[in-house]
């Protein structure tokens, strides 16, 4: 099966600065790599996702890049603010499965 | 809110009994999923079903049993076979295919 790590496991930043997660996966046939936001108390929501036959894709001041060959990929929030603070997962999908990373909890520091 | 429902939000049993955590969506996905959260882990797969009347384990699905009589609903029964069943369970559906998925807002069991 597939095996997602994420780092960082905590992430501190102060406002206004950039922050970036990383996550790695295993299996090269994964195809689809969504990215969820999960606040303090509540659901898992999808905040920006990618295809296996796209590198980049950015929406606002997040963007996802993915590194086929290395099998990487990577979350990069700019100018962050107070409500970026949460628990951000990314994830894998092989066929109608989704693996998750274990979580970085983001603070932004006012 | 994403068109499902999971019930109760909080939910608190004696240790040794069973307990069923209700998933009910109103989306028309075909997939739905039962994942357990607990600090530092991440989001573990418990089941999952593809279509009414199958349905797969996952990584952890000991002590845990699931239905799918019906397209809407998928609920979870947490035995008392279970060791440590206390933590925040997640339910989540989607369409077929690399589409996006949908959680409920979540169960927090507590084993007492």
């Known amino acids: 099966g597939e095996n997602v790590e994420q780092h960082p496991s905590t992430l501190s930043v102060q406002e206004g600065d950039s922050a970036v997660i990383k996550c790695t996966y295993s299996?090269?046939?994964?195809?689809?790599f969504p990215w969820y936001k999960q606040e303090l108390g509540k659901r898992p929501q999808l905040i920006i996702d990618?295809?296996?036959?796209?590198g980049e894709k950015k929406d606002q001041r997040i963007a996802v890049t993915l590194n086929k060959t290395a099998k990487h990929f990577s979350l990069h929030i700019t100018e962050t603010q107070p409500e970026d603070s949460a628990v951000y997962f990314c994830?894998?999908?092989?066929?109608?499965?989704?693996?998750f990373g274990t979580g970085t909890s983001l603070t932004v520091i006012p | 809110d994403g068109g499902i429902t999971q019930s109760p939000k909080y939910l608190f049993r004696k240790e040794g009994q069973n307990v069923t955590l209700s998933c009910e969506q109103n989306?028309?996905?075909?997939?739905m999923y039962w994942y357990r959260q607990d600090p530092g882990q991440g989001l573990r797969l418990i089941y999952y079903?593809?279509?009414?009347?199958?349905?797969q384990k996952g990584d952890i699905a000991e002590g845990y049993s699931v239905s799918r009589e019906k397209k809407e609903s998928f609920p979870l029964t947490v035995t008392s076979a279970q060791k440590n069943p206390t933590a925040f369970y997640l339910c989540?559906?989607?369409?077929?295919?690399?589409?996006?998925?949908?959680f409920g807002q979540g169960t927090r069991l507590t084993v007492v």
């Open positions: 079903s593809q279509i009414v009347n199958d349905f």
């Open positions: 989306l028309n996905h075909d997939a």
């Open positions: 989540a559906s989607k369409r077929q295919g690399n589409t996006e998925a949908f």
């Open positions: 299996d090269s046939a994964s195809n689809y």
């Open positions: 994830a894998a999908s092989l066929g109608n499965q989704f693996y």
């Open positions: 990618i295809r296996s036959n796209v």
